[in-house]
C-alpha cells in the first residue's frame, strides 16, 4: 500500500513509518515540525536528542535498507495537502497531524486558537484532499479516549443507542473533555462524521489512551532512531514523567488525589493497532471507532508500579501529591470496551514490572541531562490552585 503518515515526526509518526516501511510498503512522512518548535518556546524539548526527519530517514534507510519519503510542509495549507494527495496517492492516511498537549492547550488564547486551527484545519484538509482526490482513500484517524471523558456509565466504542419516548435509534456516543485539546479531537470526529454521511468516505476513528515506551524494533535499531521522549509538564504524559522523576531522584507528581483512571497501550501496541486498521479497511459511507488501549489502571496504581521496580533497582523513588493544576474527577468509574482490535487480531503487550525495568535502565543512560525545573506543572487550569500552582507562565 502506498501510506502517508501525517505528523511523521512525531512520537508516533516516527515508528509508524519506519514500521509500514519495514513491512514492505510506499510511506511519506510529512510533518512541519510544529512539536518541536512549541517544545523550544516552551522550555519542553525532549530528553533524547532526535535528528530532524530527513536525517532520521537517512539513518533508518542506512540501517535498514527500507526508504522513508519526507515532505516537511504545513497539513493546515490546502495547497500543499492537495499536491501531497494527488501526487502520493495514498490507500491509506495515518493523520497524527495535531497539537497533542492537553496543558499547551489550556496556556492562554494563543495557545487555544492555535491548538484549534491546527488541529481542525489539518483534519478539514486531509478530509477535503482525499474526496477531491482520492475518494477511496482509507482516513485512519487518530482521536483519543479523552474525548468520552470519565462519564459514570460505561464507555462503548463510539456509538450509543439511545431510547427516548418509546423510540430508539443510534448516535455518537456523549462527549465531554477535560481540556481543549481533547474538545478538538471531538470536533475532528463530528467533522469526519459529518463527511462520512455526505461523501461516502471511508474513516478509522482510533479512540487512543496514553501510549508509553521508547522501543520497536526498528527504533532499536540505532540510538538516533529512537522515538521522542518528553518528561516535561506540557509534552510529557504520566508514565514519562514518572519514569523521569524516578531515575531523577525527584518525588512522583500524582495530580490531586491519583485516582483518575485512564486506558494505557505500549508503543509497539499503537504500531499493530494502526496496521491492523489499515489492513482491514471500513466501506465507504463507514465511521469505526474503536478504543485503542490494552489495560487501565488509575495515576496511583502506575505511580506504585514505578515506585517499587525503581527501589528493587537500587533507585530511592518517593511518591507526592501535589495540588492537581487540572480539572478533572480524581475518584470516578472509568469501564471502556477495547473488544474491537482484539477482535481484529491486536496481541497486547502489558506494563509488566519487567517493562517498567527496561525503561528506567533506558533512562538512567541520559540522566545527567534531565532539567528538573521542567518537572512540576507550569500550567494550571484548575481554578482552585491556579494562583499558586501555576509558579511560571511558559509564554
Ligand atoms: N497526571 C499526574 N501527574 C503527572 C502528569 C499527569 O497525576 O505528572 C495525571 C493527569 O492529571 C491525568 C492522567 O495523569 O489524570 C493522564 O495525564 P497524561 O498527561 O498522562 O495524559 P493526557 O494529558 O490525558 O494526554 C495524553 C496525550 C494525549 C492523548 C491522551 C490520551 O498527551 O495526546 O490524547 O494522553 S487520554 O488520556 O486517554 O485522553
Not at 230 to 237: A, Q
Not at 326 to 350: A, I, K, T, V, W
Not at 370 to 388: A, Y
Request: with cysteine; net charge negative; charged share 25%.
Amino acid at each position: 500500500m502506498n501510506i502517508l503518515v501525517l505528523g511523521g515526526d512525531g512520537y508516533l509518526g516516527w515508528p509508524t513509518s519506519m514500521h509500514f516501511a519495514t513491512r514492505g510498503h510506499e510511506v511519506l512522512a510529512v510533518d512541519n515540525y510544529l512539536r518541536r518548535t512549541i517544545a523550544r518556546q516552551t522550555d519542553s524539548e525532549a530528553l533524547i536528542p532526535t535528528p530532524n526527519l530527513q536525517k532520521r530517514a537517512e539513518i533508518f534507510e542506512a540501517v535498514s535498507g527500507h526508504e522513508v519519503q519526507v515532505e516537511i510542509g504545513d497539513c493546515t495549507n490546502y495547497r500543499f495537502m492537495e499536491r501531497i494527495f494527488s501526487e502520493f496517492e495514498p490507500d491509506a492516511v495515518v493523520h497524527y497531524a495535531e497539537q497533542p498537549s492537553a496543558p499547551y492547550s489550556m496556556i492562554g488564547y494563543e495557545e487555544a486558537r492555535e491548538t484549534l486551527n491546527n488541529n481542525l484545519n489539518a483534519t478539514l484538509n486531509v478530509i477535503h484532499a482525499v474526496k477531491e482526490h482520492v475518494p477511496d482513500c482509507h482516513i485512519i484517524k487518530l482521536g483519543t479516549m479523552g474525548e468520552y471523558g470519565t462519564p459514570d456509565i460505561d464507555i462503548p466504542e463510539g456509538w450509543i443507542e439511545i431510547e427516548h419516548n418509546g423510540r430508539s435509534d443510534e448516535f455518537l456516543f456523549p462527549r465531554q473533555t477535560g481540556s481543549l485539546y481533547h474538545t478538538t479531537k471531538i470536533m475532528d470526529t463530528d467533522l469526519l462524521w459529518f463527511y462520512v454521511r455526505m461523501n461516502d468516505l471511508r474513516v478509522t476513528d482510533l479512540m487512543q489512551g496514553p501510549v508509553y515506551g521508547l522501543s520497536t524494533p526498528e527504533a532499536d535499531m540505532d540510538d538516533r532512531l529512537v522515538p521522542n521522549f518528553h518528561y516535561d509538564d506540557i509534552f510529557g504524559t504520566a508514565v514519562n514523567r514518572f519514569l523521569t522523576q524516578a531515575v531523577a531522584g525527584v518525588p512522583l507528581t500524582v495530580y490531586g488525589e491519583g485516582g483518575q483512571i485512564r486506558g494505557y497501550l505500549n508503543i509497539n501496541d499503537t504500531l499493530q493497532c494502526v496496521e491492523l486498521a489499515a489492513e482491514n479497511p471500513v466501506d465507504p459511507g463507514e465511521l469505526r471507532i474503536l478504543n485503542q488501549f490494552t489495560e487501565t489502571f488509575s495515576v496511583n496504581e502506575l505511580a506504585e508500579q514505578v515506585q517499587r521496580v525503581g527501589n528493587e533497582m537500587g533507585l530511592s523513588v518517593d511518591i507526592q501529591h501535589i495540588e492537581n493544576p487540572r480539572q478533572e474527577p480524581e475518584d470516578h468509574r472509568y469501564n471502556p470496551d477495547n473488544s474491537g482490535l482484539l477482535e481484529l487480531g491486536l496481541e497486547p503487550h502489558y506494563m509488566t514490572d519487567e517493562v517498567v525495568a527496561d525503561m528506567l535502565e533506558r533512562l538512567l543512560q541520559y540522566e545527567d541531562r534531565i532539567e528538573e525545573d521542567r518537572i512540576l506543572p507550569r500550567v494550571s487550569w484548575n481554578p482552585e490552585t491556579e494562583e499558586e500552582e501555576a509558579s511560571e507562565p511558559v509564554s
